[in-house]
């Protein structure tokens, strides 16, 4: 299996950890009710998922950047490098505010759905492009 293909298989994981970490919170919150179980128990799911997903990450940009190398050309790379960077940096910065600025606590929702969207540019303009 050659460099490219494991990192498509690693990104569409981080993209279903995002997917799976937007329904537990949704149904922490109340919005949704999929599965019998408890809040504390989804909470502790939702961080654990969290860190899976940030590690897989940081470990496809080591990828990316140690076995691709680093350009910015063409523009989907820019875009895909630029977006994976700043998706990184908004989940390490919803972990500091869980564990160090918990009067921020506000802002992690829409920190989160940033994350989202973030990583789902990145899958976009990363796996995508390779079935198209």
Known sequence: MNLETMKSIATTVVLLLA??????????QGSLRLLPVEKQRLRWLHRGGGIV????????????VF??????????????????SLAIAVLLTKVVITRRARHLLRFNK????????????????????YYL
């Open 19 to 28: 997917l799976l970490q937007v329904l537990e919170m949704a149904q922490v």
């Open 67 to 84: 076995g691709e190398g680093l350009r910015f050309y063409p523009l989907r790379v820019g875009i895909h490098a630029v977006a994976g």
């Open 53 to 64: 997903a940030l590690l897989l990450m940081f470990l496809i940009a080591a990828a990316c």
């Open 110 to 129: 829409a920190l989160g759905g940033i994350a989202g969207v973030l990583i789902l540019v990145t899958f976009a303009a990363g796996v995508v492009w």
